[in-house]
């Protein structure tokens, strides 16, 4: 069993690593609503979307990642899974919607795809959900 002053730098770290993938997300979504906008303007930054489209998958993972890292983390910890049922939940629907949002986006094809508004709400939805994941977080650690 791993010591609890071990836990406790890994519940920082993982708290931490899940602030900045907030931010990354919010990044993100800036890049996607460049995109969007320049789109409707008829100006369009091919340099933001190629970033936009590099980044999302690996972002997609890193978020996946850090949800396995913090049920791996409780589990160590106590031995089960929902010792914080809330914070599970949320971080549980996070990854639903940013696979789903990974899903979307590989089906976006052309200016005017109908797959693009979709892939756009699920994208705010997520940052949203970071926000009350990381006021969640917050309120364990402290």
């Not at 609503?33 to 091919?46: D, E, N, P, T, Y």
């Not at 890193?62 to 899974?81: E, H, K, P, Q, S």
């Not at 976006?108 to 693009?116: H, V």
């Not at 970071?130 to 969640?136: A, E, N």
Request: one cysteine or more.
């Amino acid at each position: 069993m791993i010591d609890k002053e071990t836990i406790a730098y890994l519940k920082l770290i993982h708290g931490s690593y899940n602030v900045i993938m907030m931010f990354l997300f919010m990044y993100q979504g800036w890049m996607g609503l460049k995109i969007r906008r320049g789109r409707k303007a008829g100006v369009q930054s091919f340099d933001i979307v190629k970033r936009h489209r590099k980044f999302g998958p690996v972002l997609a993972l890193m978020g996946v990642g850090g949800f396995l890292a913090g049920v791996t983390l409780i589990y160590l910890d106590t031995g089960r899974f929902l010792k914080y049922p809330l914070h599970f939940a949320t971080g549980l629907s996070l990854v639903f919607c940013i696979a789903t949002a990974f899903m979307i986006s590989r089906k976006i094809a052309g200016p005017e795809s109908p797959w693009r508004t979709p892939h756009f709400r699920r994208g705010i939805l997520i940052i949203c959900l970071y926000l009350v994941q990381v006021s969640l977080g917050l309120s364990i650690l402290f």
